[in-house]
């Protein structure tokens, strides 16, 4: 929605910028709103017109268009900056080069006033340094839109009271800064709002917008802060012009009105903060309560599960042992003790999950040959690989540096990985490979696989999140990968993959030769 009232913005200045030039070309007297104002001058239109063609550029996605659009503001910067020299030398305006004929015969007097040069070089310098960023996260583009913008309301706010400090002969010291046409100071307006809508993720819209506290207080106060003491003004005005009081009772009304509705609006703020604090502070006691309730639960039903399967396994190995048993009734308990296997690993998962998500798990960190682990690991997969018609193959990098790290716990990661290619490649090769690389140490296992989309791989390492392959049902709960990427992690490594539908897949993950846990 901001960046539409950006797009709106630009839009809207563009029109404005092309009725003034279209009615300075036909008209034979420049366009006013109303007599008596001053008039708006052909160069800061054409500069209107510029300056929102650049913001409506800077809000598109391609960067070639973005890039055009600062081009556009950089004129406007030329010339503003050639108008500001008229301030310092009363003899040059810059309207006269590009419309001396025209201007000479219509308004000899119309210039294009300090005022208005200096509000275009700030929005045209904004619009030029639109993404930079500065010290601190400080976009200095934000801070030259306020300004000028501050600049503007004052024209508006002055003629909204009706004093008019533009017309000649009237302008007083104090006023001088209002020194604005009407009409552009409504395009001024518009366009620093833009700019500051034209980027709604950063600086002081995306701090407008958010959630938090902040940005609570700031869409609580910045409106009365902006209308309290407008309004308040106007009541002084009038009623000074009505003679219901003289001009020296004015200024303390005015003063404690402020305070009084001030303080309103500060208590008010805060009570609708205190109830957010009370909110968040409860919803913390239950989601703690919850997850308390959630680790009881899974140690309960993981020592209730794991005692009578551990009682089953052996049952069926006892049965197993008797040379007595048919071989049909063999195969049944040899699909029962799978199947015991599968769910004993479930729960380990679940288990082994718990303690990384809560950080309670601990790391026996050593040296370690990881040449020697990939190996280990991989030999306890050639069964099954070959029962499937794989062969798993190994590529060790002879001479690899020893790493510190948990060898449980990078074995767990290798074996998730081994498993995984074994379980969804139905022909080909497994290739297990170390190597060693700039962060470290690489392990990759490779399969001929049917390969991963690249929408799937980005929730692949989620906890639960399991990729439907067709003709395979789903097994597992979809925790091997959270969880070892999880471990990986803790070393301060990275895991990842390179996959493509129909080419197999290589996952794999670096690990440093030494690093410092992960608190």
């Given at each position: 929605?901001?960046?539409?009232?950006?797009?709106?913005?630009?839009?809207?200045?563009?029109?404005?910028?092309?009725?003034?030039?279209?009615?300075?070309?036909?008209?034979?007297?420049?366009?006013?709103?109303?007599?008596?104002?001053?008039?708006?001058?052909?160069?800061?239109?054409?500069?209107?017109?510029?300056?929102?063609?650049?913001?409506?550029?800077?809000?598109?996605?391609?960067?070639?268009?973005?890039?055009?659009?600062?081009?556009?503001a950089l004129l406007v910067l030329g010339l503003a900056s050639l108008s500001l020299l008229a301030f310092f030398d009363p003899g040059f305006d810059v309207s006269r080069l590009l419309f001396r004929s025209r201007l000479q015969t219509l308004y000899p007097s119309v210039r294009v006033t300090p005022n208005t040069a200096l509000i275009l070089t700030l929005t045209s310098l904004s619009l030029l340094i639109l993404d930079l960023r500065g010290a601190r996260g400080v976009f200095p583009a934000e801070l030259l839109s306020v300004c000028g913008l501050?600049?503007?309301?004052?024209?508006?706010?002055?003629?909204?009271?009706?004093?008019?400090?533009?017309?000649?002969?009237?302008?007083?010291?104090?006023?001088?800064?209002?020194?604005?046409?009407?009409?552009?100071?409504?395009?001024?307006?518009?366009?620093?709002?833009?700019?500051?809508?034209?980027?709604?993720?950063?600086?002081?819209?995306?701090?407008?917008?958010?959630?938090?506290?902040?940005?609570?207080?700031?869409?609580?106060?910045?409106?009365?802060?902006?209308?309290?003491?407008?309004?308040?003004?106007?009541?002084?005005?009038?009623?000074?012009?009505?003679?219901?009081?003289?001009?020296?009772?004015?200024?303390?009304?005015?003063?404690?009105?402020?305070?009084?509705?001030?303080?309103?609006?500060?208590?008010?703020?805060?009570?609708?903060?205190?109830?957010?604090?009370?909110?968040?502070?409860?919803?913390?006691?239950?989601?703690?309560?919850?997850?308390?309730?959630?680790?009881?639960?899974?140690?309960?039903?993981?020592?209730?599960?794991?005692?009578?399967?551990?009682?089953?396994?052996?049952?069926?190995?006892?049965?197993?042992?008797?040379?007595?048993?048919?071989t049909d009734k063999r195969q049944f308990l040899e699909i029962s003790k799978r199947n015991v296997d599968r769910l004993a690993h479930l729960i380990n998962e679940v288990l082994d999950f718990r303690r990384l998500d809560a950080g309670k798990e601990t790391f026996k960190r050593a040296s370690t040959d990881l040449n020697k682990l990939a190996?280990?690991?991989?030999?306890?997969?050639?069964?099954?690989?070959?029962?499937?018609?794989?062969?798993?193959?190994?590529?060790?990098?002879?001479?690899?540096?020893?790493?510190?790290?948990?060898?449980?716990?990078?074995?767990?990661?290798?074996?998730?990985?081994?498993?995984?290619?074994?379980?969804?490649?139905?022909?080909?090769?497994?290739?297990?490979?170390?190597?060693?690389?700039?962060?470290?140490?690489?392990?990759?296992?490779?399969?001929?696989?049917?390969?991963?989309?690249?929408?799937?791989?980005?929730?692949?390492?989620?906890?639960?999140?399991?990729?439907?392959?067709?003709?395979?049902?789903?097994?597992?709960?979809?925790?091997?990968?959270?969880?070892?990427?999880?471990?990986?992690?803790?070393?301060?490594?990275?895991?990842?993959?390179?996959?493509?539908?129909?080419?197999?897949?290589?996952?794999?993950?670096?690990?440093?030769?030494?690093?410092?846990?992960?608190?």
């Amino acid at each position: 929605a901001l960046v539409g009232f950006a797009v709106l913005s630009g839009t809207s200045i563009i029109v404005l910028g092309c009725c003034v030039l279209l009615l300075w070309l036909v008209s034979s007297r420049l366009w006013r709103i109303p007599a008596g104002l001053l008039t708006v001058n052909p160069t800061v239109a054409i500069m209107l017109l510029k300056s929102g063609l650049s913001l409506r550029l800077a809000t598109h996605e391609e960067r070639g268009a973005r890039r055009l659009g600062q081009f556009c503001a950089l004129l406007v910067l030329g010339l503003a900056s050639l108008s500001l020299l008229a301030f310092f030398d009363p003899g040059f305006d810059v309207s006269r080069l590009l419309f001396r004929s025209r201007l000479q015969t219509l308004y000899p007097s119309v210039r294009v006033t300090p005022n208005t040069a200096l509000i275009l070089t700030l929005t045209s310098l904004s619009l030029l340094i639109l993404d930079l960023r500065g010290a601190r996260g400080v976009f200095p583009a934000e801070l030259l839109s306020v300004c000028g913008l501050g600049v503007a309301l004052l024209t508006l706010v002055a003629y909204g009271y009706g004093i008019q400090p533009l017309l000649p002969g009237r302008q007083t010291l104090a006023l001088t800064i209002a020194l604005l046409e009407i009409n552009s100071a409504l395009g001024f307006a518009l366009l620093a709002l833009g700019i500051l809508c034209a980027r709604p993720s950063r600086g002081l819209m995306a701090l407008t917008i958010s959630e938090d506290p902040g940005g609570e207080t700031v869409r609580h106060l910045l409106p009365a802060m902006i209308m309290v003491p407008t309004t308040l003004a106007w009541v002084r005005i009038g009623a000074l012009q009505a003679g219901i009081y003289k001009s020296d009772a004015g200024s303390p009304i005015f003063a404690l009105a402020s305070v009084l509705i001030f303080i309103v609006l500060i208590l008010w703020n805060a009570q609708s903060l205190h109830k957010a604090s009370e909110e968040r502070r409860r919803a913390e006691r239950e989601t703690q309560t919850a997850a308390k309730m959630k680790e009881e639960f899974i140690s309960i039903v993981s020592h209730e599960l794991r005692t009578p399967l551990a009682s089953i396994k052996v049952g069926i190995d006892m049965v197993l042992m008797q040379q007595a048993v048919q071989t049909d009734k063999r195969q049944f308990l040899e699909i029962s003790k799978r199947n015991v296997d599968r769910l004993a690993h479930l729960i380990n998962e679940v288990l082994d999950f718990r303690r990384l998500d809560a950080g309670k798990e601990t790391f026996k960190r050593a040296s370690t040959d990881l040449n020697k682990l990939a190996a280990d690991v991989t030999r306890t997969f050639e069964p099954p690989a070959k029962d499937k018609g794989l062969r798993i193959e190994l590529d060790l990098t002879p001479g690899l540096p020893a790493v510190i790290c948990d060898g449980d716990k990078i074995a767990q990661v290798v074996a998730n990985l081994v498993n995984n290619a074994v379980k969804f490649s139905a022909r080909g090769v497994v290739t297990v490979r170390t190597e060693q690389s700039l962060e470290g140490v690489r392990i990759s296992v490779k399969d001929q696989g049917p390969g991963i989309s690249a929408e799937n791989q980005e929730r692949l390492f989620k906890s639960f999140a399991q990729i439907p392959v067709e003709g395979r049902r789903k097994e597992g709960a979809g925790l091997g990968l959270a969880i070892s990427r999880s471990i990986v992690e803790q070393h301060s490594g990275r895991i990842g993959l390179e996959s493509a539908p129909g080419q197999g897949a290589t996952f794999f993950f670096h690990l440093p030769l030494s690093a410092t846990p992960r608190p």
